[in-house]
């Protein structure tokens, strides 16, 4: 089956400082990723939608020069937190829609997550 | 607009159980439904699809059937167990949104108890 990955799986860093989290498509090519965030007990927040080649699409609400989100190949996209602080510390999620598969349901590929953690 | 509703949890209970977890939605097409489930500091793993009206999704001993005239997808499972426990995510998909967007639902805490 079709495998994302997400690297680090768990990140701390100090207040100031951008972190980088990658998301990989590992045996299929990804057109569409997909950046979520979730807070504990909480549904994901859709962030971000991002299309190989192009500028992200960002939800209302979400900064972009804060939350940075680059897709440069159909199986790499990353996600910048830049001069991170303690209220983005939370669960970041990436996801992925296969460019090849056919038929009606469009299924997207969820990666591990990301552990945010800013001191 | 797209929507999904789910029962707020937690739910618990003891193992070999009946389990039901109601989602209901509301999509301007016709959409694609899911389950997802999410197990404790981990992504999401798709737990089953229906694409269509009527069509049941099942996996693992769990089921829902895509009910279009009450806009409900329901996951059941006729006898729980412990490693069930995780959070369930029903989700819709529009199928004429070109980006594929998903609709999650707040989500259903399941712990299950020996």
């Known amino acids: 089956g079709a495998v994302v990955s997400q690297h680090p799986s768990r990140v701390i860093c100090k207040s100031g400082t951008s972190v980088k989290i990658e998301c990989r498509s590992l045996?299929?090519?990804?057109?569409?990723m997909f950046w979520y965030r979730q807070f504990p007990k909480q549904s994901l927040m859709l962030m971000a939608t991002s299309n190989e080649g192009s500028k992200a699409t960002y939800e209302q609400g979400v900064e972009k020069d804060k939350f940075l989100i680059n897709h440069a190949s159909l199986t790499l996209s990353t996600l910048t937190v830049t001069s991170a602080h303690p209220e983005d510390s939370s669960f970041y999620i990436c996801?992925?829609?296969?460019?090849?598969?056919?038929?009606?349901?469009?299924?997207?590929?969820f990666g591990p997550g990301t552990r945010l953690t800013v001191l | 607009g797209n929507s999904v509703t789910q029962m707020e949890g937690p739910v618990t209970l003891s193992e070999e159980a009946f389990l039901t977890i109601n989602c209901t939605y509301t999509a301007t097409g016709y959409p694609s439904l899911f389950w997802y489930v999410q197990y404790p500091g981990e992504g999401l793993q798709l737990l089953l699809k229906?694409?269509?009206?009527?069509d049941k999704g099942s996996n693992k001993g769990f089921e829902a059937t895509y009910r279009k005239e009450t806009t409900s997808f329901h996951l059941e499972k006729g006898s729980v167990q412990v490693s069930d426990s995780a959070v369930y995510f029903c989700?819709?998909?529009?199928?004429?949104?070109?980006?594929?967007?998903?609709?999650f639902g707040r989500g259903t805490q399941l712990t299950v108890w020996p």
């Open positions: 045996d299929f090519q990804a057109t569409t």
């Open positions: 989700a819709l998909l529009d199928r004429g949104s070109t980006l594929g967007r998903l609709y």
């Open positions: 996801s992925a829609r296969d460019a090849e598969a056919g038929g009606s349901y469009n299924e997207q590929f």
């Open positions: 229906a694409t269509k009206a009527d």
